[in-house]
T-cell receptor
Framework: AQSVAQPEDQVNVAEGNPLTVKCTYS??????LFWYVQYPNRGLQFLLK????DNLVKGSYGFEAEFNKSQTSFHLKKPSALVSDSALYFC????????????WGAGTKLIIKP | DSGVTQTPKHLITATGQRVTLRCSPR?????VYWYQQSLDQGLQFLIQ???????AKGNILERFSAQQFPDLHSELNLSSLELGDSALYFC???????????????FGPGTRLTVT
């Protein structure tokens, strides 16, 4: 079965420090991977995706993610965190057995402290 | 603004009642997805429609049903409501056709349902 895991319920980072939000996946075949962000009382917003090509993907708001096939990971990163980055982050992987359906991680709450 | 609209924004109703949530996808998107987000349960996929037909089913209760109309808007019907149905309900849409952008989902602002 295809799955995605976000091993940390919460990540705390000081403002200005680099941040990493972890995501690992399990799929048969080549994955399509996504990161979404949810600010309080808002819907999810698309951040970035990996379909093919360069393993380092750049997205919105200065975020990037690195696809690592050997470790089946797709960690979200940002060199310097902002307080406004505090939000809930979801990783998702495409389910090849279900047309256009995404399999979602449980979400990681990112807290950036001033 | 994602281009996906949902109405109403808030809904308060009593147990045992029935409600209908409405979603209009982005212009040109053929796929519509419904999700439930409860406080402690993350994002739960309920059901997907593609161009009027049911495409995939997730953890959707028998008390819940959905449909997608010819103009591509979708409705989620929740009946015999229970306290545990209180949650945020999101609709998302995607192009649903082949191509690199076909799997990106664009979310609406959600409907907050409170069952009392």
């Amino acid at each position: 079965a295809q799955s995605v895991a976000q091993p940390e319920d919460q990540v705390n980072v000081a403002e200005g420090n680099p941040l990493t939000v972890k995501c690992t996946y399990s799929v048969s075949g080549n994955p399509y991977l996504f990161w979404y962000v949810q600010y309080p009382n808002r819907g999810l917003q698309f951040l970035l995706k990996y379909i093919t090509g360069d393993n380092l993907v750049k997205g919105s708001y200065g975020f990037e993610a690195e696809f690592n096939k050997s470790q089946t990971s797709f960690h979200l990163k940002k060199p310097s965190a902002l307080v406004s980055d505090s939000a809930l982050y979801f990783c998702a992987v495409r389910d090849r057995d279900s047309n256009y359906q995404l399999i979602w991680g449980a979400g990681t709450k990112l807290i950036i402290k001033p | 603004d994602s281009g996906v609209t949902q109405t109403p924004k808030h809904l308060i109703t009593a147990t045992g009642q029935r409600v209908t949530l409405r979603c209009s996808p982005r212009s040109g998107d053929l796929s519509v997805y419904w999700y439930q987000q409860s406080l402690d349960q993350g994002l739960q996929f309920l059901i997907q429609y593609y161009n009027g037909e049911e495409r995939a089913k997730g953890n959707i209760l028998e008390r819940f049903s959905a449909q997608q109309f010819p103009d591509l808007h979708s409705e989620l019907n929740l009946s015999s409501l229970e306290l545990g149905d209180s949650a945020l309900y999101f609709c998302a849409s995607s192009p649903g056709t082949s191509g690199k952008n076909s799997y990106e989902q664009y979310f609406g602002p959600g409907t907050r349902l409170t069952v009392t």
